[in-house]
């Protein structure tokens, strides 16, 4: 039996070849991201390792405050110099060198006078000290490091990209205006030209801390004398720390420093874990639906096997075992193919400029197990229904025409199970959504089992909707196609299951598509929304990137330009409260309520009027989760370690969906005094000016763009395209994979069908019209995914959306964006009938009317 | 109105003119060592308003005789002319319109499509070249083939005898030239055999339908006008109206020899 199980694999190469890429394509997604993940994250060690490569201990500031525009503490130099008094301490630098943080800014100016923004890499000014080399993670391939104001070092890959070579003089924005450096090295990061795309300049580490209004190191590298040990320097050290400086081992701080990174490569680990998982539960749909089709054709051969003894045991062992056999080599074929694609996607990074350090790629033990034991049981699973269906044939279908398994209890309640399926995934979405107290992980939970069964359940269902759908949506290719067109209609028809399985396989990823086409839409237009409620301005000015700050001075010369009637700059800051972060904007009270609509919730337009050094006014929100109101007063924590103690004199309810203002809204002037380095997110104009005349007066400031107020919005919307377009690309995949289902189904149907193709050419069907038989039938499956699909897409954006009604989601359907997934399934359907299409075409009349 | 009034004039030429002729036709598989001759150098004339029956031991190249003169196959040499066309060197698209237009299958598999009624696979042939059934004229068939109380049927609901009735009907609703049966009854039993050689006679004799039918069976083979023992790609006899008793002779001198 085993021998007739593997023959089989090998007499039907093709349809196992088809089942198997199914298999292989999750398969590949799943390795693929774990082994890029793990490789990007060694390479973040190694860089962030070859920071201290002889350093013994580290001395930081500590991070008061996250996600900080201006970083962490700083250390002051004083303790520079009495860590190196210190007898245990051989040698001890200072350094400006923190590469988590956004405040070590420094925009490099390529020849033609344009910033160079890396795509939204970072662009860092740091500052090393030359006369300590043993602690720069810097290496020079060219020049010396700078040691006088004015000079800079590059990193060898902006060097060779910009074109600029030793004694060059180089622009930079740094801090303020643009100024011009002289080059006197390139250096490169450990071994790496740069850290991913990243622009480096790096200057004398007493210039940057000029340039970057840094009073003080973002670190102290300390190295002991010999015969001291680590423990011993990090005890001879604390004694001297202020209160925000700490001490750590090298490995430590190491540590540390790439927990940032680690977390975002985490996040995008699961995210295309994710991904791979709904392709793989896709593939699971393909394989069920080839099993159970390649059991229904071998309904003979099964019974033959009976007639010479063969028991329903053997028959279910010898389907499950082809499937095991399907799985594990589909797999490791996935495994392979993951790796590849990890691999491929470094080197495509790499030709885009975004060089990681040559880690060798990362193959973990867990990555190949998972990658098998998934590909493996998804194959396993999807065997079962099918296996069992083999077993009820009987002996006698062997000598019957055209005969089938009888069904199985299990089929002939099929209807009712599948509606109860229906019923229950709708109920679980429905308490992921919108149970109030449930913890994330069992929201997340039930979104997930619910989605899944939710999606098996509409499959089944589906069996019963595919005649009548098939007859509307085949009406048009049976109109034009004649009597191919009609044929493909009845074919599309003949065994709705089947039907109904591989346009369920298209049908999950075009929901997921549709679904997040729906919210996008409705993100973007809340997102308007909320903009056009908020600004009332002629220009607006933002950083290139749209959320990193401008120094203050941008806004002032801004502000300067002849014929400005209002110019309002608005500050931005993270501080602590109660030991949360929360966004402090700092305000201009006389002029901001004449260029931005503040809707109060307590207080008035006089409150913020006459904002005073220590009032505040506070969302609505905010005010809320901590119980403030007005006359309250509360203390923010600046990340310079300041304490702000603050009474509210008004309370602001902005759109939930994006407030431009922070949480706590305080005064220029307080703001000024409170942070050390003030930075604007925003400055509002109102003006008759043309919109040349102020990017003329920003010139000298190139990170500073601005904008007309449509121009702002529709920027701000357009945000949110980059993201849908990432998920469109990892969608794409479950698509792909639903396409091989459909491909797989069609030859399986043609191949079933050989001897009727036979008699239909025998009577006249031209090889034309036998292609378009198939092709019809095709996109008959491919739209009824997508009747299935994008409904259940929509409902599921309709019930999210109400789930997230409190943030003013608005939900509006992508009308166009529908018509396209249309189109989309119209062309999946023919690109899937291509090779089936062509085989039908070519089969030779007389082989095929003899046909078995 | 007889069913013959409505046949189109053109079939209705007198008898014992050729419809189908092949000359020194022959039919190889393959080459070299392995090759297989199907056909030795066969010439024939097939009359019109005819049954001719076809017969000769399994493997002989009935059935590669019948492909070559239904323009389902070519022969490796010799010459084939259907209905006035020498279809020697046509297209394969070319082909499959001339087959479409003068050639009616029965196959012996009843090969009916599962998800049509019987009578829109009576029709399909119609529907495949696009044309529009003459309501009367499908009457006439559904009648005389005896289906018509079954039209709307599906095959999964009729007898085996029933669905070559409907089979037959699929092959002479376009009014073709020529029907071609490869063992029509092979896979009935005897009483259903005769009902359905008898569909296949009245054929002849009602609507004048040209036929050709191979057949193993020798009660099967009486009923024909005209029989042609094949053996090893020949034709090796040629008899006119016989008997049972004498068909069965007549196998049983070629299959001795
Ligand atoms: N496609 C093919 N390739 C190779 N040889 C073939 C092919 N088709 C038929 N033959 C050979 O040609 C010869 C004649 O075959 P044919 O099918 O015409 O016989 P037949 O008289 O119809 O037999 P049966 O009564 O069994 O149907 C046989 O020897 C057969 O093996
Ligand atoms: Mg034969």
Redesign the pocket.
């Known amino acids: 039996m085993k021998r007739v199980a593997l023959k089989g694999i090998f007499g039907r190469k093709l349809r196992t070849a088809l089942t198997a890429f199914a298999v292989v394509l999750g398969v590949a997604m799943v390795t693929g991201s774990l082994v890029l993940t793990d490789t990007m994250s060694k390479a973040f060690d190694s860089i962030f390792e070859s920071s201290y490569q002889e350093t013994d201990v580290v001395v930081s500031g500590r991070s008061l405050v996250d996600w900080s525009d201006e970083g962490n503490a700083l250390v002051p130099d004083s303790l520079l110099r009495q860590v190196r008094a210190l007898p245990d301490v051989e040698a001890a630098a200072g350094s400006i060198l923190d590469l988590n943080s956004s405040a070590n800014q420094a925009h490099l100016i390529d020849r033609d006078g344009e910033i160079v923004m890396g795509n939204g890499n970072p662009t860092f000014g740091l500052g090393v000290d030359p006369s300590e080399p043993r602690f720069n993670p810097l290496e020079l391939s060219a020049g010396r490091f700078a040691q006088a104001p004015g000079e800079v070092v590059v990193d060898a890959s902006s060097a060779r990209t910009l074109g600029f070579s030793i004694g060059d003089g180089v622009k930079i924005a740094v801090g303020g205006p643009i100024k011009t450096f002289e080059l006197v090295g390139i250096a490169k990061y450990g071994d790496v030209d740069t850290i991913g795309s990243a622009t480096m300049a790096i200057f004398h580490v007493d210039e940057a801390q000029r340039l970057l209004e840094k009073p003080g190191y973002d670190v102290i590298s300390v190295a002991g004398r010999e015969g001291v040990s680590d423990d011993e320097l990090l005890r001879s050290i604390a004694p001297l720390l202020p209160a925000n400086a700490q001490v750590r081992t090298a490995a430590e701080q190491a540590d540390a420093d790439k927990k940032g990174v680690s977390e975002f490569i985490s996040f995008i680990r699961y995210a295309l874990l994710g991904f791979g998982g709904i392709a793989l539960f896709v593939g699971a749909f393909v394989i069920f639906n080839t099993l159970s089709i390649t059991v229904a054709q071998r309904t003979r051969e099964l019974a033959t096997l009976r007639t010479l003894g063969a028991t329903p045991a053997q028959v279910l062992r010898s389907v499950v075992l082809e499937a095991f056999a399907v799985g594990l080599v589909a797999s490791l074929a996935g495994i392979a193919a993951g790796v590849g694609l990890a691999v491929g996607l470094t080197e495509l990074m790499a030709a885009a400029g975004l060089d990681l350090p040559r880690a060798s790629t990362v193959f973990q033990t867990r990555t190949w197990v998972a990658g098998l034991a998934l590909g493996t049981l998804v194959t396993l699973a999807a065997s079962v229904a099918p296996a069992l269906r083999a077993t009820r044939v009987n002996a006698i279908a062997a000598v019957r025409e055209g005969a089938v398994a009888p069904r199985g209890r299990l089929a002939r309640s099929a209807f009712p199970i599948s509606v109860a399926l229906v019923v229950v995934s709708a109920a679980t979405l429905g308490y992921g959504l919108f149970a109030s107290d449930v913890g994330v992980a069992t929201r997340i939970l039930a979104l997930v089992v619910g989605l899944l069964t939710l999606f098996v359940g509409v499959a089944m269902v589906a069996t019963r909707l595919v005649t009548p759908l098939a007859h509307v949506l085949g009406w048009p290719g049976a109109k034009l196609g004649g009597a191919a067109g009609q044929l493909a209609r009845g074919n599309a028809v003949r065994m709705p299951g089947r039907t109904a399985a591989t346009a369920a396989a298209l049908m999950i990823g075009l929901a997921l598509v549709t679904f997040v086409t729906a919210v996008g839409n409705g993100l973007r237009q809340s997102e308007r929304d909320a903009i056009v409620r908020q600004i009332d301005a002629d220009y607006v000015v933002v950083s290139q990137n749209g959320w990193s700050t401008l120094p203050a001075v941008v806004g002032e010369t801004a502000a300067e330009v002849d014929g400005v009637e209002v110019a309002s700059s608005i500050r931005r800051e993270r501080g602590r409260v109660l030991g949360d972060g929360v966004d402090v904007s700092g305000i201009d009270p006389a002029t901001l309520g004449e260029v931005f609509h503040v809707e109060w919730s307590e207080g008035s337009p006089a409150a913020l009027r006459s904002l005073g050094p220590s009032d505040a006014i506070v969302r609505k929100s905010f005010a809320d989760e901590y119980g403030f109101a007005t006359g309250g007063e509360f203390l923010v924590r600046t990340p310079t370690g300041l304490m702000l103690n603050l009474r509210i004199t008004g309370v602001y309810d902005p759109p939930r969906f994006d407030s431009l203002l922070g949480s706590v809204l305080v005064s220029r002037a307080t703001f000024d005094r409170s942070f050390s380095r003030p930075g604007d997110s925003l400055t509002l104009i109102w003006s008759g000016q043309p919109l040349s005349t102020f990017e003329d007066a920003l010139a000298a400031y190139p990170d500073a763009r601005v904008v007309d107020d449509e121009t702002f919005v529709d920027d701000r919307a357009a945000e949110i395209d980059g993201i849908l377009n990432l998920l469109y690309a990892l969608l794409a995949l479950s698509v792909i994979v639903s396409l091989f289902g459909m491909v797989n189904t069609l030859v399986l149907a043609v191949f079933e069908r050989t001897r009727e193709i036979g008699m239909l050419r025998a009577v006249g069907l031209t090889r034309r019209q036998t292609r378009r038989m198939v092709r019809h039938e095709s996109i008959v499956t491919a739209l009824i995914g997508a009747a299935l699909g994008v409904p259940l897409g929509l409902l599921l954006a309709t019930a999210v959306t109400r789930a997230l009604a409190e943030y003013d989601l608005s939900l509006s359907i992508p009308v166009g964006a529908l018509a396209v997934f249309a189109l989309v399934a119209v062309l999946a359907g023919l690109a899937a009938a291509l090779l089936p299409a062509r085989r039908a075409s070519r089969l030779d009349v007389?082989?095929a009317l003899?046909y078995e | 109105m007889s069913v013959a009034e409505l046949r189109a004039p053109e079939h209705e030429a007198p008898l014992a003119e050729a419809i189908v002729s092949i000359e020194q036709v022959s039919?190889r598989?393959?080459d070299g060592d392995t090759a297989?001759?199907?056909?030795r150098g066969v010439s024939l004339e097939i009359e019109r308003g005819k049954l001719t029956a076809v017969m000769?031991?399994?493997?002989?190249?009935?059935?590669?005789?019948?492909?070559i003169l239904a323009g389902l196959d070519r022969p490796t040499a010799g010459r084939v002319v259907l209905d006035g066309v020498d279809v020697t060197g046509l297209s394969e698209k070319k082909m499959t319109l001339l087959r479409r237009e003068k050639i009616g299958f029965v196959f012996q598999f009843f090969n009916l499509l599962p998800m049509l009624t019987a009578e829109e696979n009576v029709l399909l042939p119609l529907s495949i070249a696009g044309r529009k059934p003459d309501e009367q004229w499908l009457e006439e068939l559904l009648l005389t083939v005896g289906i018509a109380d079954r039209r709307k049927h599906r095959p999964s609901e009729l007898s085996g005898g029933q669905q070559q009735r409907v089979a037959i009907a699929r092959a002479l609703v376009s009014n073709p030239a020529v029907l071609f049966a490869?063992?029509p009854t092979g896979n009935l039993d005897s009483a259903t055999s005769k009902d359905v050689l008898h569909v296949l006679r009245n054929a002849v004799d009602d609507l004048g339908q040209t036929t050709v039918m191979?057949t193993?069976d020798a009660g099967a083979a009486s009923m024909a006008d005209r029989i042609l023992f094949?053996a090893d790609?020949r034709i090796v006899k040629d008899l006119r109206e016989s008997t049972a008793r004498e068909v069965i002779a007549a196998m049983q001198e070629v299959t001795g020899r």
Do not use: N, W
């Open positions: 007389l082989e003899q | 039919r598989y393959g297989v001759d199907a056909l000769g031991p399994s493997g002989s190249g009935k059935s590669t005789l019948m492909h490869d063992e191979v193993h094949i790609g």
